[in-house]
């Protein structure tokens, strides 16, 4: 069974930054591709970053350009977000998933992590 688990999330001043970890089980994580996906309230989801299965390729959404990097450990089936200069805008749920060739197209989701960026 594929399970994807975040966790790192939480309450954090506008400009500070987090580090969200998914760690991955129930299936070859070196071989797929990730993504990780946002949904604020009231909100679809988003498309954030993505990465090669390799960890090589990296892609972002404009929104997060320079602000967040994604990275990969296939040793220990984890891949990050890590966030840094954090807006208010950033708040949502953050989910990683898995996305086999990194095009968005997602077979398997996580439960998510809050992230709440507020003063």
């Known amino acids: 069974e594929v399970q994807l688990v975040e966790s790192g999330g939480g309450l954090v001043q506008p400009g500070g930054s987090l580090r969200l970890s998914c760690v991955a089980s129930?299936?070859?994580?070196?071989?797929?591709?990730m993504s990780w996906v946002r949904q604020a309230p009231g909100k679809g989801p988003e498309w954030v970053s993505g990465?090669?299965?390799?960890?090589?390729?990296?892609y972002y959404a404009d929104s997060v350009k320079g602000r967040f990097t994604i990275s990969r450990d296939n040793a220990r089936n984890t891949v990050y977000l890590q966030m840094n200069s954090l807006k208010p805008e950033d708040t949502a749920v953050y989910h990683c998933?898995?996305?086999?060739?990194?095009?968005?197209?997602?077979?398997?989701w996580g439960q998510g992590t809050q992230v709440t960026v507020s003063s």
């Open positions: 998933a898995r996305d086999p060739v990194v095009s968005r197209e997602y077979d398997h």
């Open positions: 129930g299936f070859t994580f070196g071989i797929y591709g």
């Open positions: 990465i090669n299965s390799e960890g090589g390729s990296t």
